[in-house]
């Protein structure tokens, strides 16, 4: 049930830009998660970052490196915890 409800949030913030906007001021996996709960999405931070984790699995090793390079208080920390996410930002980001 869980993995419904964040991919149900993962498209929403792709596809509403207002909710694209909130995550923006997300600095904490806890932050994305209280989030998502204020737009009715609810799931655990455990079953979060079980998601995060299996998102990242197939990354290359600099690939990794690049996302945890992000400093968590720049706007697009949240959008590089999942690729769906990532592909929303524009090269240089």
């Known amino acids: ?3 419904s409800v964040i ?4 498209q929403m913030v792709i596809y509403d830009h207002s909710v694209a906007t909130g995550l923006k001021s997300c600095k904490t996996d806890q932050d994305i998660v209280d989030f998502a709960s204020s737009c009715d999405y ?3 931070i455990t079953a979060w970052l ?3 984790e299996s998102d990242s699995a197939g990354l290359s090793e ?28 524009m090269d240089g980001a």
């Open 42 to 44: 609810v799931f655990s």
């Open 7 to 10: 991919n149900d949030f993962v």
């Open 62 to 89: 600099s690939e990794a490196l690049a996302i945890q390079a992000t400093a968590n208080d720049h706007w697009s920390w949240a959008f590089r915890k999942i690729a769906p996410w990532r592909a929303m930002l």
């Open 1 to 3: 049930m869980s993995v």
């Open 50 to 52: 079980q998601y995060v």
